[in-house]
């Protein structure tokens, strides 16, 4: 019998066992491996190995994801793939507990990921947390718009400093996106390897929204929005009636929204369509500390215990008193008398937090059990913008 595999840092001399993994995985090539690996750091990768030899990997992406109008750290899981003849044996269920385990001890309450199987992920206890969509809009719908005020393109390499400042504003004012780490940048609004172009819908105090593309494709006369923020209805219109005006060179434009889109709602016709949907999952790896790192809604004061099971990590099982008072919670530790008020996994609880699903609906779905006064504050703890991502990784 050999022996269970071991989880370890990657090795640089690994590179040629790891690209092969990829190639089976994914279908790249060495080179896209090697960029791949490089863009995202080798200190970030992890691998497990069987009697000595890599037959399993993942990558880490640091970075967080806004909830409440507040950032709550976050490691994000990527590029996981696992050797084919280690499929069913249980070497990536053994390398997720052990990458779960590695991000509670770095400090980090949450951990997402964008799933190619569901049941790997939930065993580790991630669970869907949000939506990515893709609309795409035919630019008959936009005819006749004119920009109102005129955009500006970016030019100044200092002028990412605003993209980023407008972007992050944008994540304030909703839950799930990303405060994106240099990788997600790169994809969202270009590199030297992938340039793109971005433009400014000016303002009174500075840009108040913008927008990037990259190549059209001439293959099906489309445009794809790489990035874009409107922080105002103005700006929205702007960058509508600029996308517009690109109607002689395509048919069709897509962006990456949410389902409460700002650029969906300010459509001056019907015609929008989605083009893909996908779901995008979270782990909490401590209960008490990514309660406490989330903004909540204002003017509340109420108190709910959460009775919390986590067959992984043993220090989230138990109850917690949740306090809430002016917007500010705390938490601290109960005893086992008297009822709690959700009684829910580590799975359903990250479902909660993100306010993917309603708590009635998770209730009716069997994801939890509540009292109906649990019910009734869980609906206003967790009430807000529906949670999104516009980045995949």
Known sequence: MSADPEYDHYKPDEFGRLAVLYRHAFGIGEGRARQYVDSIGEGSFRVVRRAGTLVGAVAFLDMGHWFGGKLVPCRGIAGVAVEPAERGRGTAT???AAAVEETRADGFPIS??????LPLYQRAGYAKAGDRMTYRLPLTVLHGLRPDPLLERAEDPADRTTIIRLQSERARRTNGLLERCNLLWERAIGSPERPCSTWFVPGADGPEGYVTVGARSDHDRSLQVQDWAALSPRAGRALLAFLGGWHSQVSTITWNGGPEDTLIHLLPEV????ASWEQWMLRITDVAGVLTARGW???LTMAVTLSV????????????????????????????SGAADLTLGIDALATLYTGHLAP???????????????????GMLFAGPRPWLADTF
Do not use: C, H, W
């Open 94 to 96: 053994r390398m997720m």
């Open 112 to 117: 997402s990921l964008y799933p190619a199987t």
């Open 271 to 274: 015609g929008a369509g989605i």
């Open 297 to 299: 809604p204002p003017g």
């Open 309 to 336: 099971t986590d067959p992984l990590l043993a220090t989230n099982n138990g109850r917690f008193r949740l306090e809430m008072a002016a917007g500010q919670a705390t938490v601290e530790r109960v005893g086992k």
């Open 360 to 378: 009635r609906v998770m209730a009716d779905l069997g994801m939890m059990e509540a009292t109906p006064a649990g019910l009734a504050a869980a």
